[in-house]
DNA sequence: TAGGTTAAATTGTCTAACATCAGAGGTCTG
DNA sequence: CAGACCTCTGATGTTAGACAATTTAACCTA
């Protein structure tokens, strides 16, 4: 394989690798896998492990498999870079093929209010920065975003004014931001944030409120984000669950 | 167990036992299930079975897995409900609460647009049954809702006022919807769907723009649904991919 | 031709064993 | 006594092989 750590365990290097050849386009829609038997010889690992990986490709929508008859490779190519899958907003502005830049508003350092105890699990005398920026896409004011986060995340001196908080997070501190959960609002049109974004009457905001974890569930960031509607577009992929 | 047809697959069953145990308080938040051998003996499949179950479980974050150490049910609570759990509207009035309505306002058979011949991959001569409804809770109008479905997809003398279309497809037809893909917009004001939904001119609207699909990837029905925003709250979570 | 039977292929499930890992506790040594 | 090291134990990870259930197609027969 490749210089990558394959001290992972066995079933999800079989995972990275069915999904890479379905990529590379050694399998091909709807086209038949081996069958278990042989796929694991090729693979070199025991049929429960492999059965183990094709399980949860079959949760991920990768593949289906019919009792008695074989796997096959699911089509669905490309509906990735939905809403569920979390990205900073700079990567949502390069992913566009457009250059993200930021202007810089303000930050202030508060206390906790009754809200944010309650968001952070902290206590009253917990210091909270709030940062206040926009986002441009090609010097184009798309995302005005207020994030919140408890000073005893932060080390003392970091930049705010670099581009990512995500990267910001991830270089100067530990803590990785795992997941998020976002609320979603729709906005008409807001005295302050609309004029600021330069919107038209007629274009509305889509809001993004949303509480950040890291991979141990400790909330780590609490972000508000207003969306150029006319500029995004959000899709999300929904399961029925029952039938 | 239940009535509930177990004819599917053992480890299917075995993930809704183990869910069920949580919700149900059997095992706590944070606390260590017994181990592998042991929960297969109680619940009477094979350990080969039961992994199969828990790599599920685990690959939606239920449990969490560590070698040599046990499985633990994760934290994280009720965060279903979510935007990518698919549900008629029927399903989201129900489950807040209150009591669903259907305000019929027209249903017309169009020839299929250039449009709809994209999404439905059919023919021009296609035919296509569109409805027009609004959905009330406890009598108050809540959402507005277009509907496009092919009339292949219906047999004749279909009722279209019944409440849900999900429910009528799955009885009426044997196409059962399993995903689809949303498109999320906000929406400030609409000349037409504004005052009908009686919205005050600060609310705005959330719009879900639908494809949905049938198990065998095969497009049934294109829906345009405009939700009044202080009546509806939508969620999702978000996983982060890279690092 | 129509319908039933059989056989082959494939996924689903089971059993038993060994490998690997992480933690607990004891032992040795400075 | 403290800290490093070892060993034991219980847990998940992996393997091998077998049988069950299901689907499909080929075959046979009336």
Redesign the interface.
């Known amino acids: 394989m490749s210089i990558k750590s394959d001290n992972r365990?066995l079933?999800l290097q079989v995972i990275d690798r069915i999904k890479h050849d379905i990529e590379t386009g050694v399998y091909k829609e709807k086209q038949k896998l081996p069958s278990e038997f042989e796929l694991s010889k090729q693979l070199g690992v025991s049929r429960?492990t492999l059965?183990?990986a094709l399980?949860?490709l079959e949760?991920?929508?990768v593949i289906i498999r019919r009792?008695g008859v074989g796997t096959f490779v699911?089509?669905?190519p490309l509906?990735t870079s939905g809403?569920?899958?979390?990205?900073s907003v700079t990567d949502m502005i390069e992913q566009a093929g457009r250059k993200p830049g930021t202007i810089f508003l303000s930050s202030t350092v508060q206390g906790s209010t009754e809200e944010d105890m309650r968001r952070f699990q902290c206590s009253p005398d917990e210091e909270i920065l709030l940062v206040e920026r926009v986002r441009t896409a090609d010097g184009e004011p798309v995302v005005y975003c207020l994030d919140k986060i408890p000073c005893k995340y932060l080390p003392k001196g970091i930049s705010y004014e670099y581009e990512s908080l995500f990267e910001n997070l991830?270089n100067q501190t530990n803590r990785?931001?795992?997941?998020?959960?976002?609320?979603?609002?729709?906005?008409?049109?807001h005295e302050k944030v609309s004029p600021i974004l330069q919107c038209e009457p007629?274009?509305?905001?889509?809001?993004l409120k949303?509480m950040h974890f890291d991979k141990n569930?400790e909330p780590v960031l609490y972000s508000i984000n207003y969306f150029k509607?006319d500029k995004f577009?959000?899709?999300?992929?929904?399961?029925?669950?029952n039938?």
Chains 1, 2 share one sequence.
């Open positions: 365990h079933y429960a059965r183990e399980r949860i949760e991920e929508n009792h699911n089509a669905r509906f809403i569920e899958q979390l990205s991830h990785d931001i795992a997941y998020a959960v976002a609320h979603i609002e729709p906005l008409g049109y007629e274009t509305a905001l889509l809001v949303q569930d509607s577009s959000f899709h999300v992929l929904r399961k029925r669950i039938f």
